[in-house]
T-cell receptor
Framework: EPEVTQTPSHQVTQMGQEVILRCVPI?????FYWYRQILGQKVEFLVS????????KSEIFDDQFSVERPDGSNFTLKIRSTKLEDSAMYFC?????????????FGQGTRLTVV | DQQVKQNSPSLSVQEGRISILNCDYT??????FLWYKKYPAEGPTFLIS?????DKNEDGRFTVFLNKSAKHLSLHIVPSQPGDSAVYFC??????????????FGQGTTLQVKP
């Protein structure tokens, strides 16, 4: 069964460092998303991406965040200068159509720990 | 921002009985709702969805009911099995995000099914 794959599963970084979280969406999917879940809190939307453009982003997704689809298979989330409060589980998701009109498939997540 | 609320943090039921998980929402622009299940160290897995033009959707042991006037939906699992033990998230999509796929999640309800 096709699945969304995220690497690494756990990333530890020092405050102020740049991190890149990687995702391989399901191959025939056209819509891509990043969500995050801070420990003990709800899953929060960060950004949606379609046709090589951001289609919607949340208030969390400020200038420190960027997304890219560098080739036909990868989808990345970059945090330029990490802060302690960026520590969270980050989930990549993809969908064939727009999620919310069809289901989004989530990866297993990357746990980011900023120290 | 509590647009989607799952007021019960946890629920415990006996194997074979019905599990009922509840979700309330405040945004009248929500028109599509989804339930996800999440095991520890995994990403959310899609279970079932419902459009606002329906009041019920059934898939095997899972049924979702939508009461638009009360802005309430529920997930029924019959019969419950120990493997259903997980965190269940309610999620909603707004008409305004129909082209972007943004999902708003509730806080989750931890279901424990006892053998």
């Amino acid at each position: 069964e096709p699945e969304v794959t995220q690497t690494p599963s756990h990333q530890v970084t020092q405050m102020g460092q740049e991190v890149i979280l990687r995702c391989v969406p399901i191959s025939n999917h056209l819509y891509f998303y990043w969500y995050r879940q801070i420990l003990g809190q709800k899953v929060e939307f960060l950004v949606s991406f379609y046709n090589n453009e951001i289609s919607e982003k949340s208030e969390i997704f400020d200038d420190q965040f960027s997304v890219e689809r560098p080739d036909g298979s990868n989808f990345t989330l970059k945090i330029r200068s990490t802060k302690l409060e960026d520590s969270a589980m980050y989930f990549c998701a993809s969908s064939e159509k727009v999620a919310g009109r069809t289901e989004a498939f989530f990866g297993q997540g990357t746990r980011l720990t900023v120290v | 921002d509590q647009q989607v609320k799952q007021n019960s943090p946890s629920l415990s039921v006996q194997e074979g009985r019905i599990s009922i998980l509840n979700c309330d929402y405040t945004n009248s622009m929500f028109d599509y709702f989804l339930w996800y299940k999440k095991y520890p160290a995994e990403g959310p897995t899609f279970l079932i969805s419902i459009s606002s033009i329906k009041d019920k959707n059934e898939d095997g042991r899972f049924t979702v009911f939508l009461n638009k006037s009360a802005k309430h939906l529920s997930l029924h699992i019959v019969p419950s099995q120990p493997g259903d033990s997980a965190v269940y998230f309610c999620a909603a999509s707004s008409i305004r995000s129909s082209n972007t796929g943004k999902l708003i999640f509730g806080q989750g309800t931890t279901l424990q099914v006892k053998p």
